[in-house]
């Protein structure tokens, strides 16, 4: 069984050390990936501490990977030694029922598999990118365009595709009104796609520090959230609204941004249920939804259109040893705007 090095967390408070990791074989349909980069998701902070349940520890995190196909199993058929391909928050699913075949996988009836904290079909627990190498099903497995570098094409992965996933299925275009809360790594994805897909995009950050940024990345507006002026102008402007936030706000102060028929769309995941006083989604007919991720031809999708209009993350690239730094940053909203990890920090695999 191939190991490979890692850096794993260990408990939910200490910081995570070098470790590794036990890939299986690759099997007929795997393909054995050189991870050249890993993101960091906010997703892999909540889960090590514990934010959405317990988790088995030793865990290595990461469902943000790109790198170089290193080994094929011998049915394979998408992909050969030495593409560019990357692997997102889902190893596995059914691939059976309705969602699958309607190539919504992240809502496979049976459950999908996570990359990371997922039992595998072996009933180990899946282990994730923050490490050299992964082993996958083809199916599970994208083509990064040639265009787009790997430590870029990393953070599009999740933050990418959980961001355009709502954005298509709500049809932001030209004429929509599309506001983004929250500018962290899915926050700014969101407004670069939003942008590209040719809505009118307006930022609404916690302050105006990232003000010149978020209009560089495509806003046409930016507001901040801690000026209580901010909800009275914009009563009944939105189209559409993307929350990124990983902690609980007053949606029903945001929920009063929304104009006639418009969706207030949650990917942001605390753990806290929320609360909505039903008055408020009464009021211009609204509604309250929420999105997971994407499917993998939509991944696929998200992939060609940001390298067809030239969209790809700001990153920070840094070594394995900087990453927990890197998670206290994350946590105090002070990350500009994706944190993306060099693999080959990691030693030998
Ligand atoms: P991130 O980089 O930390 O961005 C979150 C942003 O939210 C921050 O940059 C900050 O933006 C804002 N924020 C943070 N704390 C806040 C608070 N207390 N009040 C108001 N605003 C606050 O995180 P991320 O990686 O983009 O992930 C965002 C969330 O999406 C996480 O909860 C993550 O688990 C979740 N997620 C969900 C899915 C899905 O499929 N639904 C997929 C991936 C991630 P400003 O500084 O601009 O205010
Ligand atoms: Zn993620
Ligand atoms: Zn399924």
Redesign the pocket.
């Known amino acids: 069984m191939p190991t490979v090095a890692a850096y794993t967390a260990t408990s939910p408070t200490a910081p995570l050390t070098p470790g590794t990791v036990e890939r299986r074989e690759v099997g007929p349909k795997d393909v054995l990936i050189d991870i050249a980069y890993a993101g960091v998701?906010?997703?892999d902070i909540?889960t090590v501490r514990g934010d959405w349940g317990e988790v088995p520890y030793p865990l290595t995190v990461g469902h943000e990977i790109a790198g170089v196909v290193a080994r094929v199993g011998e049915e394979v058929t998408a992909h050969k030694v030495g593409d560019r391909v990357g692997v997102g928050?889902m190893v596995d699913s059914c691939r059976e029922c309705a969602n699958c075949l309607a190539g919504a996988e992240q809502y496979c009836l049976r459950g999908f598999t996570d990359t990371y904290n997922g039992t595998d079909r072996d009933g180990t627990t899946t282990q994730g990118g923050y490490s050299t190498g992964i082993v996958v099903d083809e199916h599970f497995v994208l083509r990064i365009p040639d265009t787009i570098p790997f430590e870029k094409a990393a953070p599009l992965l999740?933050?990418g595709i959980?961001t355009y996933s709502p954005l298509r299925n709500w049809n932001a275009g030209p004429g929509t009104k599309v506001a983004v809360v929250?500018?962290?790594?899915?926050?700014h994805m969101a407004v670069k796609i939003a942008h590209a897909l040719g809505a009118e995009v307006t930022v609404l950050?916690?302050s105006l520090k990232?003000r010149e940024d978020g209009l560089r990345f495509g806003a046409d507006h930016y507001h901040a959230?801690a000026d209580p002026a901010t909800f009275e102008q914009l009563a009944g402007a939105f189209d559409l609204i993307v929350n990124?936030?990983?902690?609980p706000?007053d949606l029903d102060a945001y929920l009063n941004l929304l104009a006639l028929d418009g969706t207030i769309v949650s990917?942001?995941?605390?753990p806290e249920p929320v609360s909505v006083t039903l008055f408020t989604l009464f009021e211009n007919r609204r509604s309250f939804a929420?999105?997971?991720?994407g499917g993998i031809a939509q991944t696929q999708e998200m992939l060609d259109f940001c390298a067809e209009h030239g969209i790809a993350p700001e990153v920070e690239v840094i070594a394995a040893d900087e990453v927990n730094d890197a998670w206290e940053r994350?946590l105090a909203?002070d990350?500009r705007?994706r944190f993306v990890i060099d693999t080959s920090t990691l030693g030998g695999s």
Do not use: F, N
């Not at 929250?182 to 926050?187: A, E, H, K, R, V």
């Not at 990124?244 to 902690?247: G, L």
């Not at 990917?267 to 605390?270: K, L, Q, R, T």
């Not at 929420?290 to 991720?293: E, F, N, Y």
């Open positions: 998701c906010h997703s909540h928050c999740c933050a959980t929250g500018l962290g790594g899915l926050g950050s916690q990232k959230t990124t936030v990983s902690a706000i990917v942001g995941a605390p929420g999105s997971k991720i994350v909203s990350v705007y």
